[in-house]
């Protein structure tokens, strides 16, 4: 450093820190020899928490507002002794800004698919991702865990410990929870909770508190989502005679649109073959059943000159045992003509055999 920026830096009497980016977590106000003047003044700003070291040991930890550094007005400071007026102090001071601020947008990710047990699927490979949001709470444990004596620090170089940590414990919560896959998106925000919960105390070793978790999206592979897409298919089609039908009155409508062939000539045979085919199972399903048992037929029997019946064959039997019907009694049945006599009809010949008609009782 020349003559020139050494002399300007001693007169700087002023130590603040605005800052222009978005992602600095930590910053050392930087002054020549690390030698700050007895009386300078020191602005902190909302969203801001100064650590003031000095030889090596904290001083003091400042909110916002301006200060004086003086050590009447900073009882801690006691133990800076002898603070004289001009360019050389026998003490060597540091100013640390820390960023209270809430960082957000943070990411954090699976780098490899994780192994989960399903109980509608069965084994299962997972990816998840999403951000997670975080602030200085306590600044002199995060200088002393974390930063060290870095002069710039920045939330790149601790996200990949955080996200580390994040997706680690994800693993091992998501793998006990239960949580059918299915049923994994309806649970993204109460997932979130639950991890931010059980993750913001090993944050708070760092000085950090975690604010929220978000759990953006949870996926299958590919070839497990095509396989699930292509369940989801068959359960939309739903009734296959109405889809084959819906199919072959798409395939006419295009066929009629373009008169010259082409691709729906082929989509309609398609269909068509698929039509006919269910036609055919259709029909040998209804062939393949028996016909229905012919019913017996009935008989109308002329008495005394008026019709009686009808009258099923085994009534006709008793009647030709009774001798109120024989061969040349006149008989109809639906489908006949005219009346005819029952010997006449093939139908009632069992009826007027010899077997029929009971043998003539034995003599004493």
């Known amino acids: 450093m020349g003559l020139f920026s050494r002399l300007f830096h001693e007169f700087i009497d002023v130590i603040e820190w605005t800052d222009n980016t978005s992602d600095t977590m930590v910053y050392r106000f930087e002054r020549y020899g690390n030698e700050i003047k007895y009386g300078a003044k020191l602005v902190v700003r909302e969203s801001q928490i100064a650590v003031f070291v000095n030889e090596g040991e904290v001083a003091d930890v400042l909110g916002p507002g301006t200060y004086e550094l003086e050590t009447k007005n900073l009882p801690l400071l006691t133990t800076l002794q002898n603070w004289h007026h001009g360019?050389?102090?026998p003490f060597k001071a540091e100013v640390y800004f820390c960023n209270a601020r809430r960082f957000t947008d943070l990411k954090w990710g699976t780098k490899q698919p994780l192994m989960l047990r399903d109980a509608e699927f069965g084994g299962l490979r997972i990816r998840a991702f999403g951000t997670y949001g975080v602030r200085i709470v306590d600044s002199l444990k995060f200088i002393r865990e974390i930063v060290g004596t870095?002069?710039?620090?920045?939330?790149?170089?601790?996200?990949?410990?955080?996200?580390?940590?994040?997706?680690?414990?994800?693993?091992?919560?998501?793998?006990?929870?239960g949580i059918p896959v299915l049923d994994m998106a309806a649970n993204y925000d109460q997932?979130?909770?639950?991890?931010?919960?059980?993750?913001a105390?090993?944050?708070?070793?760092?000085?950090?508190?975690?604010?929220?978790?978000?759990?953006?999206?949870?996926?299958?592979?590919?070839?497990?989502?095509?396989?699930?897409?292509?369940?989801?298919?068959?359960?939309?089609?739903?009734?296959?005679?109405?889809?084959?039908?819906?199919?072959?009155?798409?395939?006419?409508e295009g066929?009629?649109?373009?008169?010259?062939?082409?691709?729906?000539?082929?989509?309609?045979?398609?269909?068509?073959?698929?039509?006919?085919?269910?036609?055919?199972?259709?029909?040998?399903?209804?062939?393949?059943?028996?016909?229905?048992?012919?019913?017996?037929?009935?008989?109308?029997?002329?008495?005394?000159?008026?019709?009686?019946?009808?009258?099923?064959?085994?009534?006709?039997?008793?009647?030709?045992?009774?001798?109120?019907?024989?061969?040349?009694?006149?008989?109809?049945?639906?489908?006949?003509?005219?009346?005819?006599?029952?010997?006449d009809v093939s139908a009632l010949d069992a009826l007027f055999e010899g077997g029929n008609t009971p043998p003539p009782l034995p003599t004493s």
């Open 87 to 89: 360019f050389q102090s």
């Open 191 to 199: 997932l979130g909770d639950y991890l931010t919960r059980r993750i």
């Open 255 to 343: 066929a009629a649109n373009n008169p010259a062939g082409g691709a729906s000539d082929g989509i309609g045979m398609g269909v068509g073959l698929a039509m006919a085919n269910r036609m055919s199972e259709g029909m040998q399903h209804s062939n393949s059943a028996p016909p229905p048992i012919p019913s017996a037929g009935v008989f109308h029997v002329a008495k005394s000159g008026r019709a009686a019946g009808p009258y099923a064959l085994e009534d006709l039997k008793r009647h030709v045992a009774n001798g109120e019907l024989d061969a040349t009694t006149l008989v109809w049945q639906q489908g006949m003509k005219d009346w005819v006599e029952a010997g």
């Open 201 to 252: 105390p090993e944050f708070g070793e760092y000085g950090l508190e975690l604010t929220r978790i978000l759990v953006e999206n949870i996926s299958l592979p590919p070839s497990v989502s095509e396989a699930l897409d292509k369940r989801t298919s068959m359960g939309m089609t739903g009734n296959l005679d109405r889809y084959l039908q819906y199919q072959t009155g798409v395939a006419m």
């Open 150 to 177: 870095e002069g710039v620090f920045t939330t790149d170089e601790i996200s990949n410990q955080l996200r580390n940590l994040i997706t680690s414990r994800f693993a091992t919560i998501i793998g006990g929870s």
